[in-house]
């Protein structure tokens, strides 16, 4: 008798092992059910809070204009990004930049200053409130540590023998006929300030009886501003003008042989805040689709 050369069962026929299995993965699949958008959201709110924190400590930070003592360059009400990286790798203000600094010696004295309640507190720690406790102001950098510079009535800026070509200056402003000065020598590690708006602006030339004689420490220095960021209309950068790039001007040992407005600013955590949730929700939505991808998997 030939003996047949299929098995017992048919092809297709589920053993029972097969079944035990199937309903082993259903079982499994209703343990762990799908996590909705809901209980994800925390940990969405959670990374977004940190990022905007790590942003705002160390890359970028935003800042609100509240005076008018660097027109035309800052409206009051634009905001403005500061660069907060650079100066952590040693990186000195440059003349011409515009720079975000601590008050150095009391400028905004008189200014009121809010006080926040907790909940206000918290959010300005992970940049989603202003800090009423800072007092910031934003100015030209027009002369950095070794660098001479001064100005007569009647005429122009002068660092190291140069005389700045100005036309970001507030038109009908004059350089400084409102409060000439030097010739002076900037310290090392200090800079030298003053607003495009000269005759509404108490910078550095307002202070030079100040315990800082008006020079601003360069770990004073927040970042320098980069960009307008808002409004949208206003949206610009904020280069160097080409006058700091004149030759010669950086020869400090010769200008030294020849002898040669406070405005309080507002930190806007917004900035931060947005980069940080824009950060976080791409991590998210990776850690979804891994979970999804393991419960698919069985």
Not at 19 to 34: F, L, N, T, Y
Not at 76 to 103: A, I, N, Q, Y
Not at 200 to 218: A, E, L
């Amino acid at each position: 008798m030939a003996v047949g050369a299929r098995s017992g069962r048919d092809e297709g026929e589920e053993r029972p092992d097969d079944a035990v299995g199937h309903e082993a993965e259903e079982d499994g699949a209703k343990a762990r059910p799908h996590r909705s958008f809901w209980k994800e959201l925390p940990l969405l709110i959670g990374i977004a809070l940190l990022l905007a924190l790590l942003i705002k400590t160390f890359l970028v930070q935003a800042f609100s204009i509240p005076s008018d003592s660097m027109q035309n360059t800052l409206q009051r009400g634009d905001r403005v990004l500061v660069d907060k990286l650079t100066p952590w790798f040693g990186s000195e203000p440059e003349r011409g930049e515009v720079v975000v600094f601590h008050d150095p010696a009391n400028w905004l004295s008189g200014e009121p200053t809010p006080e926040p309640n907790l909940a206000q507190q918290f959010l300005s720690k992970i940049g989603l409130m202003p800090d009423a406790a800072e007092k910031d102001l934003i100015k030209r950098t027009i002369a950095i540590g070794g660098d001479t510079v001064e100005c007569k009535k009647g005429g122009p800026v002068v660092v190291n023998g140069k005389a700045l070509d100005e036309p970001y200056i507030f038109p009908g402003n004059t350089p400084c006929d409102d409060a000439p000065f030097g010739p002076i020598t900037v310290p090392k590690g200090k800079i030298w300030v003053m607003g495009d708006h000269r005759q509404n602006s108490q910078d550095s030339r307002y202070h030079m009886q100040d315990s800082t004689h008006g020079f601003v420490p360069v770990d004073k220095v927040v970042g320098r501003a980069i960009v307008v960021a808002w409004p949208i209309t206003r949206w610009s950068t904020l280069p160097i003008p080409e006058t700091f790039d004149q030759p010669g001007i950086g020869n400090q040992a010769e200008a030294t042989a020849l002898g040669l407005g406070a405005a309080g600013l507002t930190p806007v955590g917004l900035g931060p805040a947005a980069l940080g949730l824009t950060g976080a929700v791409p991590l998210v939505m990776w850690r979804r689709r891994r979970l999804t991808r393991g419960r698919t998997a069985g």
